[in-house]
């Protein structure tokens, strides 16, 4: 499978870029100017960057290996400015034979906080994402009473209204646990993609 032909279009031209970039010329010019360069440089590359509208984000390695697995065609990208490290790439979109310009990257380590930075440096540098999707292994829930329920260790969990919620943000009293998160959740779009997947 091949990329769209406006995403070959794009590369093209960052590849040009970056080997003008990377020229004895502009290692010459003063400071000052480069860093004139450098910011204009940014912007033209987040404006090359606009047709990717969903992001992906991974805590481990193994998380990251999975996700660049699936991709058609996955390129290692970097952008400048940016500590994040992408691998961008499409997947089949039904209906037809559209396709998901997908980027994705991976926290430099796990926490709550390393997964705003990384998604704050990709939203930045990828203005056309919409959705954001934390990717990767949890562990196991067991319901002992119910283990018809139970969610083990390789299931494949899809979260809905609530998404993601912030583990520390508890409050024990009495011996019952109160959850805190204030974490968004998810956008409608993706709340209502997941409605009509489990009414199937």
Known sequence: MTFSEPHERIHRHIEHIELD???QDFQLLPDIEQLDLSSKLFGVIRSLNKPYQIGIVTALPKEYAAVKAMLDEPKDYTVPGDPNIYVIGT???LPG???HLIVATLLVKMGNNSAANAATNLLRSFPGVNEVLMVGIAGGIPNPNKPDIHVRLGDVVVSHERGVVQYDMQKITKGEI?????????SARMTRLVSLQLNF
């Open 91 to 93: 997947i089949p979109a």
């Open 97 to 99: 034979n559209k396709k």
């Open 21 to 23: 970039f990377a020229s």
């Open 178 to 186: 109160e959850v805190r998160d204030i974490s968004t959740p998810p």
